[in-house]
């Protein structure tokens, strides 16, 4: 009896502790789709040696994946532990692939991953997420039912100052639990809201350019220059040394997801789009995706937005006039905690004062476009979708339209919710829904077929 109850611990102890946070899956440096899709794994575990093994399965057999490897990083309060990170490569695109992880060989972990579709697919995006609450959790549930192909969060991933043991304590244990198991499932992407950067008290801060793993195809950013994340040395350092290349390059980036290019930028404001070096990055990451029937851009900060809260927090406006001119469709933003939705907005700045302020200037709006009969927008849709878990701002103004900006459309600040994008070839269709599942919001956009080139006959 005694020989079997040993048996039978030996078998479970690694599993029991294997983990401090479970595996979840990263985009990693794969901007770009390609005929072999990879993904990134990441888990965190202790700071102790162990034979950590992944394997994806193929056809009756499994493959085994190239070694893990490890950033440790140690900042109190959290005991030193390792970030581990392995590639599932060779996915076929759009497929649905088992994995398993095993700790000297024994099975720890197993579950299936949605690798990057080509054509149609689902991204689920929402930003002010993870402080605690029962809404944060309600709206992950949400997410979950919605069935994603991936996952963006706009921002303010983790309250209250995107410390790894606010990640630790909040985060993982809600998108990535036995009941949500969101995070092993689909790729989630993020970018850094004004709670996730570098907090110059906080050895622990900035955790996520340790804890994501995103592409790196971002302005060339160097720790200590100008528009990078103000890391302390001597403050930072472990956080810095655990994010490797990632700090502070991975703060903006740009990817492709089916027939969507992604923009993603820093709005923070030690990073000045206005400047010389982000200003070229933004037009030559847009100018090279003419090629794709959609481009959306998501950042923290709105730049056009009603609430009451955060009202003076649109400083990203100046960037409108490169948007349009490259064609962009969608800017969805976080920050402020509610739905918003605006009609096809084209702006023209004035004179661009200090950063840290609204920028005034002048607005064309698209009044036709009502996104059921007519879905041809001449403008850009400035969506907020910062509604993912804390609490809610000015929910007074939903009812109250005299309050609301004239060229917003949808302003819905009494209840929780996310947005979802639903792309199919040239057609588009995004839902804002609650945590109970009901739609509060669905427009459609569609495009042209773009012009064939002449046959030659
Ligand atoms: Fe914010």
């Known amino acids: 009896m005694r020989i079997l109850l040993l048996a039978l611990l030996t078998t479970l102890l690694p599993a029991q ?35 950590w093994t992944v ?18 990083l140690e900042v109190p309060p959290l005991p030193a532990h390792r970030i581990y990170r392995a590639a599932l490569k060779n996915l076929k695109p759009g497929a649905r692939v088992s994995y398993r992880v095993k700790l000297d060989g024994a099975l720890v972990f197993a579950a299936e991953a ?10 689920i995006v929402f930003g002010d997420a993870a402080d605690g609450s029962a809404s944060q959790l309600g ?65 622990e801060a900035a955790a996520y350019f340790a804890y994501w793993s995103l592409p790196l195809n971002g302005p060339g950013l160097r720790a200590g220059e100008a528009n990078a994340a ?12 655990a994010a490797g290349p990632a700090f502070p390059r991975m703060a903006s980036y740009s990817f492709d997801y089916g027939p969507v290019h992604w923009t993603v930028l820093d709005s923070n404001l030690y990073a000045d789009w206005e400047s010389p070096a982000l200003k070229a990055w933004l037009e030559a990451d847009l100018k090279a995706a003419q090629g794709a029937a959609w481009r ?38 976080g920050h402020v905690h509610n739905y918003q939705r605006t009609a096809p907005l084209r702006f023209r700045p004035g004179q661009v004062g200090h950063r840290g302020r609204p920028v005034a200037g002048e607005f064309t709006v698209d009044e036709a476009f009502d996104g059921r009969t007519i879905t041809r927008a001449k403008g850009i849709l400035h969506i907020v979708t910062g509604a993912g878990g804390a609490e809610l701002y000015d929910p007074w103004q939903t009812d109250v339209r005299a309050s609301w900006q004239p060229w ?50």
């Open 17 to 51: 502790a294997a983990f401090l946070v479970k595996p979840y899956l990263q985009l990693g440096d794969a901007p770009r789709p390609a005929a072999q899709e990879r993904l990134e794994l990441m888990w965190h575990a202790e700071d102790r040696g162990g034979a």
């Open 230 to 241: 103000p890391a302390v040395p001597g403050t930072h350092d472990a956080v810095v040394a």
């Open 139 to 203: 709206i992950a549930k949400a997410v979950l039912a919605e069935r994603p192909d991936a996952v963006l969060l706009v921002g303010d991933l983790v309250y209250g100052m995107g410390l790894a043991s606010e990640y630790r304590k909040r985060f993982f244990p809600v998108y990535n639990s036995e009941e949500v198991p969101l995070m092993r499932s689909v790729p989630f992407l993020g970018l850094p809201g004004n709670h996730d950067v570098p907090f110059r008290r906080s050895a």
């Open 55 to 72: 394997e994806v399965q193929r056809g009756q057999g499994w493959t085994l994946q190239p070694a893990p490897t490890f950033h440790r």
């Open 114 to 123: 949605q690798a990057r579709k080509p054509g149609a697919h689902r991204m």
């Open 408 to 457: 917003t459309r949808v302003f819905i600040s009494d209840k929780h919710s996310f947005t979802v994008l639903e792309v199919d070839g040239r057609t588009l269709k995004l839902r804002q829904i609650d945590a109970e599942g009901h739609e509060l919001d669905a427009v459609t956009m569609t495009k042209p077929s773009p012009a064939r080139p002449p046959s030659g006959r």
């Open 296 to 333: 959306i851009v998501a950042l923290h900060h709105p730049l056009f937005q009603s609430s009451r809260s955060h009202f003076d927090d649109q400083w990203m406006r100046p960037i409108s006039p490169i948007l349009e001119k490259h064609g962009v469709d969608v800017v969805l933003a």
